[in-house]
């Protein structure tokens, strides 16, 4: 398959232009967002939206995810990844195959449909997991396209891919909340250095492979801005694969808690890796692409059924 994002292989960073669409669908009445929030997903790569979930569904899945921080040893040892030079939990990934209430929001119809919507196709869990930023522990996530390194490292073809963070506590400007370039999506910036042998390794804790350069992302922030949303749990912050983003550290007694859901489209499904010889682990980059059969009702009623 030829390479059309080629990146990591040149000595100097390249802005490339975007190849495919960021909205994948047409607009009509029956999409399950308004024709304004799909054009500011197009234009901005991202989308906010506001009270998803009721009171008792968040504190349902508040207290599914106390119970997957509070009891590591019940999980996947691998999936659980934990703070540089510490011990506290970083992130648990592919928490809607260790979880049956995380499967479940997963495909709630108020995500997914907006996923098969945008994405124009049925769609897959290409990773899940529970991001966990300790009150005054919280190491920062360092800017990066989340495309950039599907490519290259899981051998993810095109841009058909999104992300969703469900709030599950209070994101406030001060405990890390994610940030954004708003517009980044639309170039594709390729980053220099060959990556190493098994790298996801070290880069689950603190990436340095994979990494834009200091100068071209001034040059984005200049151009773009940067933009943080925050809200409330029950919010659901939606963007785009290829948007440049990235959080600040946790110094704040108050942790940050969200999970993370990426949807890619079945037609975009992983083939061999476009930068490295051997693909990450499934529980990473899911390597089969089946369909989510999206579920509807309220959180709580369904998983206890």
């Not at 510490?86 to 260790?98: A, C, M, V």
């Not at 999104?162 to 506590?169: N, R």
């Not at 980044?184 to 910036?189: E, I, N, T």
Request: proline share 8%; aromatic share 8%; charged share 25%.
């Amino acid at each position: 398959m030829t390479d059309i994002y080629p990146s990591r292989h040149a000595a100097e960073p390249e802005m490339l232009p975007r190849l495919d669409p960021v909205v994948h669908g047409d607009w009509s009445e029956a999409a399950p967002l308004s024709q304004a929030q799909a054009a500011q997903f197009d234009r901005d790569g991202y989308l906010v939206l506001e009270d998803v979930f009721s009171a008792q569904e968040i504190a349902f899945l508040q207290q599914e995810a106390g119970t997957l921080l509070a009891d590591p040893d019940a999980l996947d040892a691998d999936t659980v990844i934990t703070e540089p030079g510490g011990r506290e939990i970083r992130s648990i990934f592919e928490i809607h195959r260790q979880s049956q209430v995380m499967r479940r929001l997963a495909a709630d119809t108020r995500l997914a449909d907006v996923a098969r919507f945008l994405l124009d196709d049925e769609v897959y869990l290409h990773q899940s997991r529970l991001n966990y930023k300790p009150g005054f522990q919280g190491k920062e996530f360092y800017w990066h396209s989340d495309f950039e390194t599907w490519h290259v490292e899981d051998g993810m073809p095109r841009m058909r891919a999104l992300s969703m963070s469900v709030l599950l506590a209070e994101n406030t400007p001060h405990n890390g909340p994610l940030m954004l370039i708003p517009g980044s999506h639309r170039k594709f910036l390729t980053c220099v250095g060959e990556t190493p042998d098994n790298h996801y390794r070290m880069s689950l804790k603190k990436q340095e492979y994979g990494v834009p350069d200091e100068d071209s992302l001034a040059e984005l922030a200049d151009e773009m801005g940067i933009v943080a949303p925050t809200g409330k749990p029950g919010t659901v912050i939606l963007f785009d694969c290829n948007v440049m983003h990235g959080s600040n550290g946790n110094i704040t007694p108050f942790p940050r808690a969200n999970a993370f859901l990426v949807y890619n489209a079945v037609s975009n499904r992983l083939t061999a890796p476009f930068g490295v010889p051997t693909p990450r682990p499934s529980f990473i980059a899911a390597r089969e692409a089946k369909a989510i059969a999206p579920c509807k009702g309220e959180l709580v009623a369904e998983a206890h059924a």
